[in-house]
């Protein structure tokens, strides 16, 4: 087997390495959104507390002033119903009179109505602080745990490129160019090992004589699986290649 092929698939095994470290230094920003979209949510909730408190705070102000209104109307009806000379006026400002004082529960009913809803929203608030606290708290340590796996990755990921790097030292330039370009098509993946006269990624049939060449010792070929395109290497390359041999005598008896 070509010895090349043993030092590429010492870079194969750093790249698919390297592959799963970019997806997961990717993969950061999207965990640490979803940490601040938590405060976020957090901040949001205590904002419509607020905004409910305030708004039933001024309604309250506003059922208040009605039943100010309709009571001073019903007051002045009534002073004015002892100034009155004639019948008819009296039963006149007696009419208002009723209307004001109904207009008036009702609006002491709306307010009493305003002012439980208020206490609610009074207890809303307080609580919304707490979780907006307690959601600081914990974002704040989740964010921590991230940068700090980020941080291991990406040195991870710096080790893994220098032992890309130290085991391309063996490859030939054509060859790595080669697998690099398959690799990119493949899914990463631009070398397959030859498992029980197989692609060990197709799985397609090699056919016997290249797995006895690629046993062979000294060997300069390189092969290709006919199928997925990838470049082919025996790990056990004499177990194989006596494999391979044996099987083809036995067809050619």
Not at 139 to 152: D, G
Request: glycine fraction near 4%; include cysteine; hydrophobic fraction near 40%.
């Amino acid at each position: 087997m070509n010895p090349a092929l043993k030092h590429l698939s010492e870079l194969q095994a750093v790249d698919l390495s390297l592959n799963h470290l970019r997806a997961r230094l990717a993969d950061f920003p999207r965990r640490l959104a979803e940490v601040d979209a938590q405060l976020e949510t957090a901040r949001g909730d205590l904002a419509a507390a607020k905004d409910s408190l305030l708004g039933s705070q001024k309604d309250r102000k506003k059922y208040e002033l009605d039943v100010e209104q309709w009571k001073e109307s019903a007051r002045k009806y009534r002073d004015q119903s002892f100034q009155v000379k004639t019948n008819e006026a009296y039963k006149a400002l007696q009419h208002e009179i009723q209307n004001a004082e109904t207009e008036m529960a009702r609006a002491e009913d709306r307010l009493l109505e305003r002012m439980m809803a208020g206490e609610e929203f009074e207890r809303r608030v307080p609580a919304a602080v707490r979780a907006l606290a307690e959601a600081e708290a914990a974002t704040a340590a989740q964010r921590r745990a991230i940068e700090a796996e980020k941080a291991a990755v990406e040195k991870e990921f710096a080790s893994a490129q220098a032992q890309y790097a130290e085991a391309a030292r063996g490859v030939p330039p054509d060859l790595l160019e080669d697998y690099q370009k398959i690799a990119e098509r493949r899914h990463g993946i631009g070398l397959a090992e030859v498992r029980h006269e197989s692609c060990g990624q197709c799985g397609v049939r090699i056919l016997p004589h290249v797995v006895q060449d690629l046993g062979r010792a000294g060997s300069d070929d390189i092969f290709h699986c006919e199928t997925c395109t990838r470049i082919l290497w025996l790990a056990d390359s004499h177990g194989a290649a006596a494999s391979a041999s044996q099987g083809a005598e036995r067809r050619e008896d």
